[in-house]
């Protein structure tokens, strides 16, 4: 029975492959946090290009199942289209680490806490939400968190609407400026990656429902 069970993808591979993306996504998060408020900055790099092959692996581990088995708990596109999702939140929060080592000294102690506070909710979302697509939670449920999802996603541009006006205040030094605005754009594109996934789990929570 085991052979038939792995021919059908009903062992959960599937699920096991993309809840594992989701706790990288998350990873990836904690180490920016890290990186923040830490003097070892090119350590903290290096964790994250970690943390980002490492889910890159797991994203060419999913395309080799797919290529592998009959038949599916999820549709392909499906499956893909949220791997895909969840791989750029790693590789979009590597991008931001990358440049903030380069742009340190120009930048103010506490400048991205809120983005930062915002990102690591957005994630946690994400992966609480993947997770409910191995217990098939109801429709309900998902709209719930994909809803909290919209308002994290709001409450961001809320706040870089604020950022924005403070620093074309005239009272920045224009350098500076055009540096906090790059990363700050950098983080509202890792949020935006969080909302993506989570519209595609919505979206095969719909489907199934």
């Given at each position: 029975?085991?052979?038939?069970k792995k021919?059908?993808?009903?062992?959960e591979?599937f699920f096991?492959?993309?809840?594992a993306?989701?706790n990288?996504?998350e990873?990836?998060v904690?180490?920016?946090?890290?990186?923040?408020k830490s003097?070892?900055?090119?350590?903290?790099?290096?964790?994250m290009?970690?943390t980002r092959?490492?889910d890159?692996r797991i994203?060419e581990?999913i395309t080799?199942q797919?290529?592998?088995?009959?038949v599916?708990?999820l549709?392909?596109e499906d499956i893909?289209?949220l791997?895909?999702?969840?791989?750029k939140i790693?590789k979009?929060v590597?991008?931001f680490g990358?440049k903030?080592l380069?742009?340190?000294?120009?930048l103010?102690s506490?400048?991205?806490?809120?983005q930062t506070?915002i990102?690591e909710?957005?994630t946690?979302?994400v992966?609480?939400?993947v997770?409910?697509?191995?217990?098939r939670?109801?429709?309900?449920?998902i709209?719930?968190?994909n809803d909290?999802?919209h308002?994290?996603?709001?409450?961001?541009?809320?706040l870089?609407?604020?950022?924005?006006?403070?620093?074309y205040?005239?009272?920045?030094d224009p350098?500076k400026?055009i540096?906090?605005m790059?990363?700050?754009n950098i983080?509202e594109?890792?949020?935006d990656?969080?909302r993506?996934?989570?519209?595609?789990?919505?979206?095969i929570?719909?489907?199934?429902?």
């Open positions: 029975m085991n052979w038939f021919i059908v993808g009903h062992d591979k096991d492959l993309l809840e993306s989701a990288q996504a990873s990836s904690a180490l920016l946090v890290k990186m923040l003097t070892s900055d090119i350590d903290a790099l290096d964790e290009a970690r092959r490492k890159k994203t581990e080799e797919l290529c592998k088995t009959f599916t708990p549709d392909r893909e289209a791997s895909s999702a969840l791989y790693p979009t590597e991008k990358e903030y380069v742009c340190r000294p120009y103010e506490g400048s991205f806490t809120r506070e990102l909710q957005t946690a979302t992966a609480t939400m997770t409910h697509l191995r217990k939670t109801h429709l309900e449920q709209k719930k968190e909290r999802l308002y994290l996603e709001g409450e961001a541009d809320k870089i609407l604020q950022l924005t006006h403070d620093l205040s005239g009272k920045r350098l400026v540096i906090h790059d990363l700050y983080l594109k890792v949020i990656r969080c993506d996934a989570g519209n595609v789990i919505f979206q929570v719909l489907k199934y429902s």
